[in-house]
């Protein structure tokens, strides 16, 4: 096919046109909306590098799934923010906990709306590490029974799926077991099967005051220069039971996005991280680019490269953008 027989621009000179053989096909229904909650009533703290979110105590938190439950969106992730803070993060699996209070009050005015929570001790634990330490190492195994823990917690509260972001070994396995020995097989693990250490992480350590006391988080995030490593990282994760599996971040993993989507045949779901966000934010307050365009392009590439699923917090502003 070549010019002068084949003129591609002959498709593109209306927007009849482009929309007519348009590829791809961005949708409401693909976006989850992201919320922090924190304890205390009407507080509502601005997360700086975050323009538009918040810190959300539990009734703000509320008012915020109601709008996205407005719009369309037909799920949210929770994450949440303690009061206090340990070495092993039990404010996590507690059952008045921050996201289980949160959970049970959008359940109790959304039953509807698809409530994720995500399960880690990050937030929790006061060295901001994702797992037990020891001295200055995170202990794998001795973290599988809190994280099962805190997902059976979030269950009980009425959380629709949990979503392990931790990294450790085995910890599907260990949470879909201890939810179908309590009688919840039917709720669904989303795994973040492919994460990697980014630093595009940033503004979201800021919103979830988790930020690591020391070191990094390279023992168990996935070093961002590996790709078969992804690959193995998701097959275990099916094979332990995991429901949908996640690639986080999505804009510097496209490829890693596609190849998951080309070698498996779950949900595959992408996490639209807050540097990323962070980054068109600051881009567009300066005059630099389009902010709806930019995001839209985004959200669009994300979706080509194979995400049946897009965790953003643009997700409200694109769900603006879409419905007609």
């Given at each position: 096919?070549?010019?002068?027989?084949?003129?591609?621009?002959?498709?593109?000179?209306?927007?009849?046109?482009?929309?007519?053989?348009?590829?791809?096909?961005?949708?409401?229904?693909?976006?989850?909306?992201?919320?922090?909650?924190?304890?205390?009533?009407?507080?509502?703290?601005?997360?700086?590098?975050?323009?538009?979110?918040?810190?959300?105590?539990?009734?703000?938190?509320?008012?915020?799934?109601?709008?996205?439950?407005?719009?369309?969106?037909?799920?949210?992730?929770?994450?949440?923010?303690?009061?206090?803070?340990?070495?092993?993060?039990?404010?996590?699996?507690?059952?008045?906990?921050?996201?289980?209070?949160?959970?049970?009050?959008?359940?109790?005015?959304?039953?509807?709306?698809?409530?994720?929570?995500?399960?880690?001790?990050?937030?929790?634990?006061?060295?901001?590490?994702?797992?037990?330490?020891?001295?200055?190492?995170?202990?794998?195994?001795?973290?599988?029974?809190?994280?099962?823990?805190?997902?059976?917690?979030?269950?009980?509260?009425?959380?629709?799926m949990v979503a392990p972001s931790d990294m450790m070994d085995g910890r599907v396995t260990e949470i879909r077991n201890a939810l179908d020995e309590a009688d919840f097989s039917h709720i669904p693990i989303m795994s973040y099967a492919a994460k990697y250490c980014s630093a595009f992480?940033?503004?979201?350590?800021?919103?979830?005051?988790?930020?690591?006391?020391?070191?990094?988080?390279?023992?168990?995030?996935?070093?961002?220069?590996?790709?078969?490593?992804?690959?193995?990282?998701?097959?275990?994760?099916?094979?332990?039971?995991?429901?949908?599996?996640?690639?986080?971040?999505?804009?510097?993993?496209?490829?890693?996005?596609?190849?998951?989507?080309?070698?498996?045949?779950?949900?595959?779901?992408?996490?639209?991280?807050?540097?990323?966000?962070?980054?068109?934010?600051?881009?567009?307050?300066?005059?630099?680019?389009?902010?709806?365009?930019?995001?839209?392009?985004?959200?669009?590439?994300?979706?080509?490269?194979?995400?049946?699923?897009?965790?953003?917090?643009?997700?409200?502003?694109?769900?603006?953008?879409?419905?007609?």
């Amino acid at each position: 096919m070549l010019f002068p027989d084949y003129r591609p621009r002959r498709m593109r000179q209306s927007e009849a046109f482009r929309r007519m053989v348009r590829e791809t096909h961005l949708r409401v229904d693909d976006l989850i909306l992201p919320l922090f909650a924190i304890h205390g009533k009407d507080v509502k703290n601005p997360i700086p590098s975050m323009p538009g979110h918040f810190q959300l105590s539990v009734n703000h938190v509320v008012k915020a799934a109601e709008e996205a439950f407005k719009l369309g969106i037909p799920g949210v992730i929770l994450f949440g923010i303690p009061p206090k803070k340990d070495a092993l993060g039990t404010q996590a699996y507690a059952k008045d906990g921050i996201v289980q209070k949160a959970v049970r009050a959008i359940k109790d005015k959304l039953p509807d709306l698809a409530v994720i929570t995500d399960v880690c001790l990050c937030e929790y634990t006061d060295h901001g590490h994702c797992g037990v330490v020891e001295g200055h190492t995170i202990d794998n195994d001795a973290t599988l029974d809190l994280l099962a823990r805190t997902a059976l917690s979030h269950v009980k509260a009425g959380a629709d799926m949990v979503a392990p972001s931790d990294m450790m070994d085995g910890r599907v396995t260990e949470i879909r077991n201890a939810l179908d020995e309590a009688d919840f097989s039917h709720i669904p693990i989303m795994s973040y099967a492919a994460k990697y250490c980014s630093a595009f992480y940033g503004p979201f350590r800021e919103a979830a005051d988790s930020a690591p006391k020391f070191g990094d988080r390279r023992s168990y995030q996935m070093d961002p220069a590996n790709s078969l490593e992804a690959i193995r990282e998701v097959a275990m994760d099916v094979e332990e039971g995991a429901d949908i599996i996640m690639v986080k971040p999505a804009m510097p993993y496209l490829d890693i996005i596609c190849r998951v989507r080309e070698e498996f045949d779950l949900p595959v779901a992408a996490y639209n991280v807050s540097g990323e966000f962070a980054m068109v934010k600051a881009a567009a307050e300066r005059g630099w680019l389009d902010e709806k365009r930019t995001m839209m392009e985004m959200l669009t590439a994300i979706k080509r490269a194979g995400a049946d699923i897009i965790i953003t917090y643009f997700a409200m502003d694109a769900a603006k953008e879409i419905k007609p």
